[in-house]
């Protein structure tokens, strides 16, 4: 039976993650270290099929708290996230101004916003502020939409995909400079602009 305001989406995720959940805690402490080498160096999408099948691995291990076991050594690169301990993996999106790079262990504040370097920090609060503002176009309440709101709306999609490309062309290197690995969100579920709407080859 389905529960109250039980999200499909969620369903699934609970039912990917049974995969992770048969390993034992040095399987999937070994699975988890190798991935990480294999995600270092290197910015990557959010809906990329490794991230995806990395984050449902780190929601068991992190259940487990795989990491505070020390069962295995973390790629070199790696520092330990100080919200939970576990190897610093971050994820950039448009929230990033409240919540700063968030873990993807824990889901937690994995790096403030203000422990960015300033001029990188500069550059993306003059992209998510904007963004933000965008953003709110898809949530004006019916008294607030003018008679023209759809295409405010499709024009707000454009500039949230124009943003989306210059996140992963422009701010997702200069974040690999001091980080070993970043993940970036390619998609705005408020706008409707998923993961191939987002051509960095533009």
């Known amino acids: 039976m389905k529960r109250p305001h039980e999200n499909p989406s969620d369903r699934l995720w609970v039912e990917y993650s049974q995969a992770f959940k048969t390993f034992d805690d040095l399987t999937l402490a070994r699975w988890m270290s190798q991935t990480l080498g294999q995600l270092e160096g290197h910015a990557w999408r959010l809906s990329h099929p490794l991230v995806a099948t990395y984050r449902l691995a780190a929601s068991v291990g992190h259940e487990r708290e795989i990491w505070h076991k020390r069962l295995v050594t973390i790629p070199s690169s790696y520092t330990e996230a100080p919200c939970c301990r576990s190897p610093l993996l971050v994820l950039f999106n448009s929230e990033i101004l409240e919540s700063g790079l968030r873990c993807h262990h824990c ?96």
């Open 107 to 202: 889901g937690g504040t994995a790096v403030p916003l203000e422990d960015i370097p300033a001029p990188l920090r500069r550059t993306i609060i003059n992209w998510a502020a904007p963004y933000a503002l965008n953003n709110e176009i898809a949530h004006w309440s019916d008294e607030d939409q003018p008679d023209n709101y759809d295409e405010i709306l499709d024009e707000a999609a454009e500039k949230a995909k124009d943003s989306l490309v210059d996140a992963g062309q422009i701010l997702m290197p200069k974040l690999l400079n001091f980080l070993p690995t970043v993940t970036w969100e390619d998609q705005d579920y408020c706008l409707d602009v998923q993961p191939e709407d987002i051509d960095l080859r533009s």
